[in-house]
């Protein structure tokens, strides 16, 4: 019930998951497009039901790389079935699925110069993108990410850029979008979403920021997005494009057990998209509660006033993208290490 409140007041609902028995319920929910990981990846692999799969790549004599990779695309095809009639019904404005690219083009060790990263965002985005309409190729707004957005939204790849915190990251990853986007031929399916990061920055500033009062501390994570947000609004007002360009409130999930599970999703409903963890469906789902417009509400000017005196945005960004950095790459490492383990296990089995 809560569930169709929140997608009545005008937000799209996507689910943090792939898993094809979440995604079947989730859509039964409401929801309209999905997203993928490696943490994803890794939970489906280890359930142990796509091993009949698994052992027909390990028959095609492919490495574990190419394994993890086929994997992704397998289950990535399998929710784009699911959504597609929603794409189909929408002309192409909802009902995507999200496909991330190599992590490692991102690890601190193994990563190559900026220049091959770039170069290998493109040529992967184009190699996992094309051919695909119902989904979307993940970027994340680091800088060789940023430098391969405008060649990759030129080429007609459609993207979410992710791991976004700050208006600095926003704004870069829009506008090399938007130049790309101009040197397509036509604009009649050109879609992308910017995905926020909303939770995360509560909890840095709690750590980071404790001097907040009790009224800002908490908030400062909502405030950010609906800024970010409203500008995304204001942009792409005037464009007078067939698809909308939307903002992907991410990291939904309530870190803090005193929190209401609701706390992220009833701040923003309204308007966009909102990924959700499947935990979070179900909890929200079950609250059995009205929700409304808020996403373009905001605290009182004087919560306001504080969190721009006291919080350093660009320490904010740097903390949380060497952190994030960190997270992107070290899953896609086990996942690596998951796939190792399952191929030899399978390979006995075969023995």
């Given at each position: 019930m809560s569930?169709?409140?929140?997608?009545?007041?005008?937000?799209?609902?996507?689910?943090?998951?792939?898993d094809p028995d979440l995604v079947e319920r989730n859509r039964a929910l409401g929801a309209t497009g999905a997203t993928s990981n490696p943490i994803i990846i890794a939970d489906i692999i280890n359930t142990?039901?796509?091993?009949?799969?698994?052992?027909?790549?390990?028959?095609?004599?492919?490495d574990d790389a190419a394994i993890l990779w086929e994997m992704t695309d397998y289950l990535v095809r399998r929710a784009q079935q699911v959504f597609l009639p929603v794409w189909e019904h929408t002309r192409g404005n909802d009902g995507y699925v999200s496909f991330e690219l190599d992590p490692l083009l991102e690890d601190r060790e193994l990563g190559p110069p900026h220049a091959k990263r770039v170069r290998e965002y493109v040529e992967l985005g184009k190699h996992w993108g094309r051919g695909h309409v119902n989904r979307l190729i993940k970027i994340p707004a680091t800088a060789a990410g940023?430098?391969?957005?405008?060649?990759?939204?030129?080429c007609g790849i459609n993207l979410n850029v992710t791991l976004i915190f700050s208006e600095r990251q926003y704004r870069s990853a829009r506008d090399a979008v938007w130049r790309g986007a101009q040197r397509r031929r036509d604009l009649d399916h050109f879609k992308s979403v910017y995905s926020i990061f909303v939770s995360r920055v509560d909890v840095y500033t709690e750590k980071q920021v404790p001097e907040l009062s009790p009224a800002a501390q908490g908030q400062v994570g909502i405030v950010n997005v609906k800024r970010l947000w409203r500008l995304n609004q204001d942009f792409w007002r005037d464009k007078k494009l067939p698809l909308q360009q939307e903002i992907v409130f991410a990291s939904t999930g309530t870190k803090k057990p005193q929190d209401p599970p609701d706390k992220y999703v009833e701040a923003l409903a309204g308007s966009d998209i909102q990924t959700n963890p499947p935990a979070t469906n179900d909890a929200v789902d079950g609250l059995a509660k009205p929700y409304t417009r808020q996403v373009d509400r905001l605290p009182d000017p004087a919560v306001l006033d504080e969190i721009d005196a006291k919080v350093d945005v660009a320490k904010l960004e740097a903390v949380l993208m060497d952190e994030g950095t960190a997270k992107f790459a070290e899953p896609h490492k086990s996942l690596l290490?998951?796939?190792a383990r399952k191929h030899r296990s399978l390979e006995q089995e075969i023995a």
């Open positions: 569930l169709q409140s929140l997608i009545q007041s005008g937000t799209k609902l996507w689910l943090d998951s792939i142990g039901r796509f091993d009949a799969h698994m052992r027909a790549l390990i028959d095609e004599r492919m940023l430098d391969a957005l405008e060649e990759l939204a030129a290490q998951l796939i």
